[in-house]
């Protein structure tokens, strides 16, 4: 994973599966949209009130976010 990866989940997150990418993780908080816990996935309590779907959002920008701010990596 690259930098901006780890640091947006961990942002949003307080557990994820260490073995899957950074993509596997979005995709599995997309395929359950309207959820707000999975036994793999743990979002920090105070996004846990918004759905997997919204959080992969968050998520998302704040990757966004820190890949615009870092130098040597791009959006």
Do not use: C
């Not at 359950?32 to 009130?49: C, F, Q």
């Not at 759905?51 to 870092?70: Q, Y």
């Amino acid at each position: 994973m690259r930098n901006s990866e780890y640091f947006a989940l961990n942002q949003w997150l307080t557990d994820y599966p260490a073995n899957l990418t950074y993509a596997e993780i979005i995709a599995l908080m997309r395929e359950n949209p309207d959820e707000w816990a999975l036994d793999e996935l743990t979002v920090w309590e105070v996004a846990e009130r918004y759905s997997f779907d919204l959080v992969a959002d968050f998520i998302e920008d704040t990757r966004k976010a820190f890949e615009r701010m870092t130098i040597g990596e791009t959006v």
